[in-house]
């Protein structure tokens, strides 16, 4: 660990360094990973929630969305447990399935807060595991851009179908054609409402100094891989660029990332956002619409991958263009749903005109 550049981790809207600590190891002492007394409360954030004093003590709300209950809970009820226990506080948990808030209470100040902090520790750690639900979108399935797109996979798999690797399961279905901006981790209604009032806020901060209050025009072409070895390729995507020769397009995406992540809806990955559309991906060889089986528990896969060989391909459609397209909105789209139209159903939407 770079003891001059910790990690973060966001907790509660506040974001905390994790400083590198060495420990001496014990013998016979059993290892504990919430152990602290009920009346330390040097290291908690007691300031950054509320806790209400009552008649019989203090307690502290929180609100988690129902599927992380059970991480609370733990195997057979032991972390809830443990937790009240080492704490010295009662935690009541709503019923599985029903949307509610998690309610500590104690005759200490300082238990609650401590099992407060311990809760929104392991909440973080717990989300932070779970497969995404929702992504930021630009569609790109315009007729134009699907009839081109459709051309692409007849002339590559003409050209290039004896190639290692190369089949007509390896693309994108053309009515899902789309650029990400960033992923998401929505587990409930309040959590989608949140996102979706946060759009409305960044078009009235931001987007519509940018765009204008118009449509975006972007060009696709052109198309390059992700890896390091065209010949071993997981994921080719077909490049944009806006047709005035501006940023504008990587400003409105940079922005929107940046502030849904000081907000703690997404997660950091990049220091800028990577505009590109995917044509082709291994992933959909096992499910040609979604990356369902490889990605639904929220773990990388690509061991599973068979990587095809992308030379030729990068080769003669190095320059192919598949057309213009004119960007209006930026969509909030749900994973592994489809609207009407073939694509993403859109939980809301921040529209530029």
């Not at 600590?21 to 014990?26: D, G, L, S, T």
Request: with cysteine; hydrophobic share 35%.
């Amino acid at each position: 660990m770079d003891v001059l550049r910790p990690p973060l981790i966001r907790i509660g809207g506040r974001v905390y360094r994790k400083n590198l600590i060495q420990e001496q190891a014990f013998p016979h002492e059993e290892e504990e990973d919430f152990y602290a007394g009920p009346g330390d409360c040097a290291d908690e954030p007691c300031d950054a929630f509320v806790v209400e004093e009552t008649e019989r003590g203090f307690q502290c709300r929180v609100e988690v969305p129902s599927p992380l209950y059970k991480y609370i809970i733990g195997k057979k009820g032991e972390t809830k447990k443990r937790l009240e226990t080492e704490t010295r506080t009662s935690i009541s948990i709503p019923k599985p399935g029903v949307e509610g808030e998690i309610v500590i209470t104690g005759q200490h100040r300082s238990g609650v807060i401590s099992a407060r902090t311990r809760i929104d520790v392991l909440l973080d750690s717990f989300r932070k595991k779970q497969p995404f639900t929702h992504f930021l979108s630009f569609a790109l399935n315009q007729p134009a851009i699907q009839e081109k797109f459709l051309q692409f996979r007849e002339e590559v798999l003409e050209k290039c179908s004896k190639d290692h690797g190369v089949s007509s399961s390896l693309f994108q279905n053309p009515a899902k054609l789309h650029l990400t901006l960033g992923t998401l981790v929505l587990l409930n209604e309040q959590e989608i409402q949140k996102a979706c009032d946060l759009l409305q806020r960044c078009k009235e901060d931001f987007v519509d100094q940018i765009t204008g209050g118009r449509p975006l025009t972007v060009e696709v072409a052109g198309v390059e891989y992700m890896n390091d070895d065209p010949a071993m390729t997981d994921v080719l995507y077909a490049k944009v660029h806006m047709k005035d020769g501006s940023d504008r397009l990587q400003m409105v995406a940079d922005q929107l990332v940046e502030r849904f992540v000081a907000s703690g809806l997404m997660l950091k990955e990049w220091d800028r956002v990577k505009l590109h559309a995917t044509v082709m991906n291994t992933l959909f060889r096992k499910d040609p619409t979604e990356e369902r089986n490889s990605t639904m528990t929220g773990k990388s896969s690509f061991k599973e991958r068979e990587s095809f060989n992308g030379q030729n391909i990068l080769k003669l459609f190095e320059n192919f263009h598949f057309g213009e397209v004119q960007l209006d909105s930026v969509r909030l789209s749900q994973r592994f749903s489809s609207d009407p139209s073939g694509y993403y159903a859109t939980s809301g939407q921040l529209c530029f005109s």
